[in-house]
Structures are given as structure tokens and as C-alpha cells.
């Protein structure tokens, strides 16, 4: 509430701003005397600015009355944008909340790609990143999840990391309904930062998803045949593992492959895409950003993410980054809605 009370008053204050000076104006001009009319030959009065009337000159017993600036109306417009900027916040992040604690949106993405055997046309993605189960979350937030993907009747399922804020020991019992995660080529999982922001880092969690029949692409790849025809389908691990070993390997996840068919990677950060163009990537899923979040932080994002959300084009190869589905920090998302994707390949 209170950023966007700073928000709100900031951008209040040009209005402000602009409504003070004319103010200002208006009193100056209420304090200047008016022109005294003179008669000339009789007729008509007009202004004589050269010789104007003398002031009348007061008694030493009655002062002249010094002229007051007109408090009530700046206090007016001070309230005003105080009431103004109270509402405004309150009302911000109360929508905010409601869209976070809320039902994710479905975005329905078709995606071309140029090399595309025919009979892959039509393969659809259920991308879903940021989950972030946490204490604040419940069990009922996996649930809808699930519930949510499994209506999608996706032929694959791709969990592009952040999935959760704690220990197994911790958060389990919240992870236990992707169990019944539907798809008809299975559910994949590459980890995010926060996977090594736990306190056992990733290694339980890889372990524990195998349980639940979700399979971690640790910087390797697998084929997904369909009607035919191969799709490449790679993951690789996050940039944020670098400092304990266990960082992203393109080389071991992309070498070797047939280049003459497609190739779809599972990457949390956007800012992967980059050294995933190097390795002739088709497309690229990723999360991360949140979308911001709680904007104008998607402007600071756009500073380090290449793409801040949706589909764009990096170096030859196309990125699809989602929103994610959960939140980080405070439980309130503005302007970037929960989001799980149902992407679907063309030529």
C-alpha cells in the first residue's frame, strides 16, 4: 500500500503542480488594483495607466489591510490528492490481491515454426513456471493448478521452474496433486533460481517430483514422437546453479541432435535465449519474470530480461516467456495476471 501510495502521489504531483501555479496566478492578479476610469471631454470613461488615481490615504488609526493569500483552496486540492492517492492505493492493491490469490488466465499462443515436420502440427504445450508454493499458497493453489492444466488436454506439460519457496520436508504435502497431472508425452520440470535458494537445494526436489511422475530434463533432452514424426524437447538447468556446480550445460543438453528437426528448450530465464540462438534452438520456454509482477516493475525487468513476457524473437529463435502461475513476496500481482499457457506448434 504504501509504494503505491508513493506511486500515486508522484504522479498526482504534476496536476498538483499545474492546479498551485494557477492558483498562485489567480492571487496575484486578485491583489494588483484595477485601472481607475478618467473622464475625457465628457465622454466616455477610459483607463489612464499613465495617471492613475492616487491611493487613498488611510488614518493612522486604521492600517491598510495587508491582503491575505486564499488558504482554502490549496488546502482544498491538498486533501483532495491525499484522498485521491489513499483511495487509489487501496483500491490497487486490493485488485492486485484478487488477481494473485485468484484463478490463473488461460493464454491460448500458437506458435510457427519454419522446419516443422507437418505431422507435428497441432503438438500443444501446457507451459506453466512460478508456481512458488509456499506458506502463504495452500494446498488448494496446486489443486487449482492441476485442476486448470489437465482441462487444457495438453500432449505435454512443461513446469519451467520456481516451483517452490522451501524444503521438501516444508512444502511436500502442497507438491503431492501434481501427481495427477494429465498430459499424453508426460510432465517435464526444469529447476529455477529458487530452486537453490532452499535449504537442501534442488536435489530432494528432483527426487521428489520423480515420485510424483514429473521428469526433470537436467541439462539433456528427450524425443517426443508424435504421428510419426520427432521433436527435440530439452532442458537445461538455471543460470543461478552456476555457483554450486550445478549451472546450465548447452553443449551437454543440445550437442549431438539432429539439426534437421525441431528443437523446443525448457529455460527459466529469458536472458538464456541468447546462448540458446547459439545452439540453433527452434523455441525456447521460459518464466521468471513474473510479467513484473506488480507494475511499473515490469519497466526494471525490461533492464535485465531480454523479454519481460509473451512471444518475441531473439537471434533467430523465438521465445515464449509466461507470466507464471503464483507470486513471490507480497500475494498481489498488478497488471501481469497469473498465466498458464497453452501453446500450440504450426509450420
Request: charged share 20%; net charge negative; no cysteine.
Amino acid at each position: 500500500v504504501m509504494f503505491y501510495l508513493v506511486v500515486i502521489l508522484v504522479v498526482l504531483e504534476v496536476p498538483r503542480a499545474v492546479a498551485a501555479a494557477s492558483l498562485r496566478r489567480a492571487e496575484r492578479r486578485e491583489r494588483v488594483p484595477a485601472p481607475v476610469p478618467v473622464t475625457v471631454g465628457g465622454g466616455t470613461p477610459v483607463s489612464s495607466p499613465s495617471e492613475p488615481e492616487p491611493a487613498p490615504v488611510s488614518s493612522p488609526s486604521e492600517p491598510e489591510p495587508v491582503p491575505v493569500p486564499d488558504l482554502s483552496r490549496r488546502l482544498f486540492f491538498g486533501r483532495t490528492t491525499a484522498a485521491i492517492a489513499g483511495a487509489g492505493a487501496l483500491a490497487t492493491v486490493g485488485y492486485g490481491m484478487s488477481s494473485a490469490l485468484g484463478d490463473p488466465v488461460i493464454e491460448r499462443v500458437r506458435v510457427a515454426l519454419p522446419k516443422l515436420d507437418p505431422r507435428l502440427h497441432g503438438l500443444r504445450f501446457a507451459v506453466v513456471s512460478d508456481i512458488h508454493l509456499g506458506p502463504l499458497t495452500g494446498i488448494g493453489h496446486t489443486e487449482r493448478i492441476v485442476r486448470m492444466i489437465n482441462g487444457l488436454e495438453a500432449d505435454v506439460v512443461a513446469i519451467v521452474g520456481d516451483l517452490v519457496d522451501g524444503t521438501v520436508a516444508q512444502l511436500g504435502a502442497l507438491a503431492r496433486p501434481l501427481k495427477s497431472l494429465e498430459s499424453r508425452y508426460g510432465a517435464y520440470f526444469v529447476t529455477g533460481n529458487h530452486e537453490y535458494f532452499t535449504a537442501e537445494g534442488p536435489g530432494e526436489w528432483i527426487e521428489e517430483l520423480k515420485e510424483l511422475g514429473v521428469r526433470s530434463l537436467r541439462n539433456e533432452r528427450v524425443e517426443i514422437g508424435h504421428q510419426g514424426a520427432v521433436l527435440d524437447l530439452a532442458g537445461v538447468n538455471d543460470v543461478g546453479g552456476a555457483a554450486s556446480g550445478d549451472g546450465p550445460d548447452f553443449g551437454k543438453a543440445l550437442g549431438g541432435r539432429d539439426t534437421g528437426r525441431s528443437t523446443v528448450l525448457l529455460a527459466h530465464q529469458p536472458i538464456q535465449v541468447d546462448e540458446a540462438a547459439r545452439h540453433g534452438v527452434d523455441l525456447q520456454l521460459s518464466g521468471h519474470t513474473h510479467g513484473g509482477q506488480i507494475a511499473p516493475f515490469n519497466l526494471v525487468v525490461g533492464l535485465q530480461q531480454p523479454v519481460v513476457s509473451g512471444l518475441a524473437r531473439v537471434g533467430g529463435t523465438q521465445v515464449y516467456v509466461t507470466r507464471g502461475a503464483g507470486f513471490w513476496g507480497p500475494p498481489v500481482r498488478v497488471g501481469a495476471p497469473p498465466e498458464i499457457t497453452l501453446l500450440e506448434l504450426g509450420g
